[in-house]
């Protein structure tokens, strides 16, 4: 059974601060590797997807890394701000399905 | 595109009773997603479509725990009778078919039962 963990799951970092959030899975044979923001009451957001071909994915300030051979992800936040506050999560897709194993999620409060 | 929507917001309903959460995909998606989210258990899934078809329902915590979905715009989650650890909140989400697509969820019905 694949397992996707999130640890810690709560940070507190001062504004402008370059964080990263980690990811690990047991499984290496992963198909894909999404994360997500979830604000609170809301749905999840995908922020960046990365293909097991590929190593990083970049979008504005956020930078996804996977590595399968340590079985880990990160997602780095650079020049954090008030407005990233909110819960991450990472998530596994291990075969061609669509199916996600989610992580329990990251809590992120970025203080001003 | 306006999204996954979802339909109640929130629900509030007794012990025994039946509930129905709603879901319109996006238009054009292949795949339709049901998740419950909790502090303890985070999010699980719960049943997922391929073009209107169930593929796996493994995830159904019980009988009591039914979907459907009639057509590629609506799909249904119901469950009855309702009992207090039903609550949760609930998400739907759909993806294209394609590969690395990314799922989009709803955001979400939050469900009580006292």
């Known amino acids: 059974k694949q397992e996707v963990t999130q640890i810690p799951a709560a940070l507190s970092v001062p504004e402008g601060e370059n964080l990263v959030l980690n990811c690990s899975f047991t499984d290496s044979a992963i198909y894909n590797l999404q994360w997500f923001r979830q604000d609170p009451g809301k749905g999840l957001t995908s922020l960046l997807l990365?293909?097991?071909?590929?190593r990083e994915q970049t979008s504005g300030r956020l930078n996804a890394s996977l590595d399968k051979s340590s079985g880990r992800s990160t997602l780095y936040i650079a020049a954090s701000q008030p407005g990233d506050s909110a819960t991450y999560l990472c998530?596994?897709?291990?075969?061609?399905?669509?199916?996600?194993?989610f992580g329990g999620g990251t809590r992120l409060m970025v203080k001003p | 595109d306006a999204g996954v929507i979802q339909s109640p917001r929130h629900e509030v309903t007794e012990m025994g009773q039946e509930v129905t959460l709603r879901c319109k995909p996006i238009s054009g998606h292949d795949y339709l997603f049901w998740y419950r989210q909790t502090m303890m258990r985070g999010l699980e899934l719960l049943i997922y479509f391929n073009n209107n078809v169930p593929i796996d329902d493994s995830g159904m915590p019980e009988d009591r725990f039914s979907a459907k979905m009639p057509n590629a715009s609506f799909s249904t989650l119901k469950i009855q009778p309702s009992e207090p650890r039903d609550s949760a909140v609930y998400f739907c989400a759909s993806s294209l078919a394609r590969a690395y697509s990314p799922l989009h969820f709803g955001n979400g019905t939050r469900l009580t039962v006292t």
């Open positions: 990365i293909q097991s071909s590929q």
């Open positions: 998530a596994g897709e291990f075969n061609a399905g669509n199916m996600l194993t």
